[in-house]
């Protein structure tokens, strides 16, 4: 079955602290790879994506995120985190074959203390 | 760029009734469009995909009689929740997928639903 593990559910940070979200998929195919921002009270917004190519791609505000095929992972990665980074954060995994839905990750709530 | 449209943004019904949220692709056609709601604090689920012109596919676990889609134009779907009841209190997010620009995926701004 298709699935998407995010491993951390709340991550408490201090600013300038460096940031790692895990994102592990279960898919036998080729799929392109996202992450999503949800900031409190407001809608999804694309941070970065993977469809093909260099397999770290850098996305907006500081955010990068790299692909590694082996571990069917795409981890979410930025050096110094700022308290407006305080929000949830969606991996998400795209089949390139049929409907493309996607599937969604669990979310990880990220805080940052000023 | 692309833009995908939701309508109502906020919406209160009273248990009960049937409410209807409408997705709109504003510049590009639609064949395909998602719909998902999204519990507080937790991580978008996916209810069922929507194809223009004919029937939705529901995910396991979505009742098809209660959130009645309808995906009649290139352009437009919509999710009515039917004889809603408190515990349909949601944020429903769609997406759209174009497919003339390599099969990009665009969500909308969600609607918040509360059933009182």
């Known amino acids: 079955a298709q699935s998407v593990s995010q491993h951390n559910h709340h991550v408490i940070l201090s600013e300038a602290a460096s940031l790692e979200l895990g994102c592990n998929y279960s898919?036998?195919?080729?799929?392109?790879l996202f992450w999503y921002v949800q900031y409190p009270g407001q809608h999804l917004q694309l941070l970065l994506k993977?469809?093909?190519?260099?397999?770290l791609v850098k996305g907006i505000k500081g955010f990068e995120a790299e692909f590694i095929k082996s571990k069917f992972s795409f981890n979410l990665r930025k050096p110094s985190v700022q308290w407006s980074d305080t929000a949830e954060y969606f991996c998400?995994?795209?089949?390139?074959?049929?409907?493309?839905?996607?599937?969604f990750g669990t979310g990880t709530r990220l805080k940052v203390l000023a | 760029g692309a833009v995908v449209s939701q309508h109502p943004s906020w919406v209160i019904c009273k248990s009960g009734t049937s409410v209807k949220i409408e997705c709109r692709s504003l510049?590009?056609?639609?064949?395909?469009m998602f719909w998902y709601r999204q519990f507080p604090k937790q991580s978008l689920m996916l209810m069922a995909t929507?194809?223009?012109?004919?029937?939705?596919?529901?995910e396991q676990g979505v009742e098809k009689d209660k959130f009645l889609i309808n995906h009649a134009s290139l352009t437009l779907s919509t999710l009515t929740v039917t004889s809603a009841h408190p515990e349909d209190s949601s944020f429903y997010i769609c997406?759209?997928?174009?497919?003339?620009?390599?099969?990009?995926?665009?969500f909308g701004e969600g609607s918040w639903l509360t059933v009182v």
């Open positions: 929507s194809n223009e012109g004919s029937k939705a596919t529901y």
């Open positions: 998400a995994v795209q089949p390139t074959s049929g409907t493309y839905k996607y599937i």
């Open positions: 997406s759209a997928r174009n497919s003339r620009s390599g099969n990009t995926i665009y």
């Open positions: 898919y036998g195919g080729t799929v392109n």
């Open positions: 510049d590009f056609q639609a064949t395909t």
């Open positions: 993977y469809f093909s190519g260099d397999p």
